[in-house]
C-alpha cells in the first residue's frame, strides 16, 4: 500500500513532522553531530554528562566565563603509513563545542571538577551553601 504525502494544510502530517524534528535535532548548523548532554539539580549541585566516546580526557577543553559553561573538543585522528601507496587516504577531525548559562551567583566555582571514563564526560557543579535549599522552620506562636 502506498501513502500519498498530499501536504494538506488543514491535517499536519504527523510522520513527517516526527521525522523533520529527529532528524536534524542532533546537528549543530554546520552539520556536525554534537554530543548528548543531561544536565541534572539536585539540592547540592548541577550533574552535567556529556556522551563523547572515542576522546580521551586531554581532548576536552571547559571553561567557565561570567557563568557560561564551554565544553569544547578537538581531535583529528590520521594513522600515517609510510610503508605504503595510497590510492585514497582518508583522516578524520572531529571537534564541538557546547555552551551553558549557569544561573547567576549559585555555582561555587572554586570546587568544579570534571573526569572522563568509558566515553562519558562527567561534570560536577557544586552550589554555594547559601544557595541551597534550607529546612522548613517552623515559628511558634506565642
Known amino acids: 500500500m502506498l501513502i500519498k504525502n498530499t501536504d494538506f494544510p488543514v491535517l499536519p502530517n504527523v510522520f513527517t513532522d516526527f521525522i523533520r524534528d529527529w532528524s536534524t535535532s542532533n546537528f ?5 553531530t554534537l554530543p548528548a548532554v543531561n544536565i541534572k539539580e539536585n539540592k547540592n549541585e548541577f550533574l552535567v554528562d556529556v556522551a563523547v566516546p572515542g576522546m580521551k580526557k586531554e581532548d576536552f577543553k571547559i571553561d567557565l566565563d561570567n557563568e ?13 603509513n609510510t610503508d605504503e601507496k595510497y590510492t585514497k587516504k582518508e583522516y578524520s577531525y572531529l571537534s564541538f563545542k557546547r555552551s551553558f548559562t549557569l544561573p547567576k ?12 571514563k ?12 547559601e544557595a541551597k535549599p534550607k529546612p522548613v ?3 511558634e506562636v506565642m
Open 28 to 32: 549543530s548548523d554546520t552539520n556536525t
Open 68 to 80: 557560561i559553561l564551554t565544553i569544547s573538543s578537538e581531535k583529528t585522528i590520521n594513522n600515517e
Open 105 to 116: 551567583g549559585i555555582v561555587d566555582i572554586d570546587k568544579i571538577n570534571a573526569t572522563y
Open 118 to 129: 568509558n566515553g562519558e564526560l562527567k561534570i560536577t557543579i557544586p552550589k554555594l551553601e
Open 137 to 139: 522552620k517552623l515559628i
